[in-house]
């Protein structure tokens, strides 16, 4: 906490808040998740305007007695009812252009967009300021799939398909240099359930083979654990996330 002087404490007893417009901050979670093989975002379908009926990030307004990521972690809870943390969380970037909500009419909404990464943690409950809630496959969503018209699938509310696009961007980006796509996967994992990650965020085939060498060689991004899963042909190892942060040299994304 700030320790204020008298002078402090003076001056805010006769400020006038009223000299500025009026400012709101909000929190947004791009979650993503692997299902099925497919790269999915939790989405909540709003319950009220603005923008009743449409889908959107899950997130809500900062309360005074609580910093930014505290409510990005308490409106995904609250919206999702979702009570398992991300694996990840990191802030992505702030969204502050005039005219993004339709509330700037009376104050202005900036929001701070947070990128989460985690397994499957199963089916989302709608909370409050929500009708439903869902994971959504990425090439489900019109915006990013060019085959799809706007009546196939949900439209993103405010400017959260420019948020969904950049945190896409971010998590493809973070996968060349960092063992984060161990954050989409369980405690144990096979190599397998690693090239799956890579194949769904990148939109991408990879060779299997080469993958399993590249990781490997790869020190500190995994450690064996000794065990085996079985599978639908040989058993396959069993890995945990290793000690290091950094991938080098990096895993670069196939050229589309």
């Known amino acids: 906490m700030v320790t204020l002087s008298n002078a402090d404490i003076d001056f805010v007893k006769n400020y006038d808040p009223t000299l500025f417009p009026p400012n709101a901050v909000t929190a ?23 923008q009743q009926g449409s889908w959107a990030l899950p997130g809500g307004h900062l309360d005074p007695h609580e910093s930014i990521t505290q409510t990005a972690f308490r409106e995904l809870s609250e919206k999702t009812g979702l009570s398992a943390e991300p694996t990840h969380l990191e802030q992505l970037q702030t969204y502050s252009t ?47 799939n060019a085959s799809l018209g706007s009546e196939e699938g949900p439209i993103l509310a405010f400017d959260h398909s420019a ?27 096979t190599i397998s359930d690693l090239r799956r990650v890579y194949e769904a965020v990148w939109r991408s085939q990879i060779d299997p083979a080469n993958f399993s060498r ?32 950094i991938i080098s040299p990096p895993f670069f994304r196939p050229s589309l």
């Open 28 to 50: 947004d979670v791009i979650l993503l998740t692997i299902r099925s093989g497919r790269l999915a975002v939790l989405l909540v379908e709003r319950d009220k305007p603005p």
């Open 98 to 144: 005039p005219g993004r909500d339709a509330r700037d009419e009376i104050m202005r909404v900036t929001s701070v967009a947070y990128l989460a990464f985690m397994p499957d943690p199963g089916t989302p409950r709608a909370g409050a300021g929500a009708r439903s809630a869902r994971f959504w496959a990425v090439d489900d969503l019109p915006e990013f």
């Open 214 to 245: 590249k990781v490997k060689a790869t020190p500190g991004f995994i450690e064996s654990t000794g065990d085996k899963r079985a599978t639908g042909r040989a058993p396959a190892g069993l890995y945990v996330k290793g000690d290091a942060a």
């Open 163 to 189: 948020m969904l696009l950049d945190g896409l961007e971010r998590a493809a980006s973070k996968l060349e240099y960092t063992t984060l796509a161990t954050a989409f996967v369980d405690e144990q994992f």
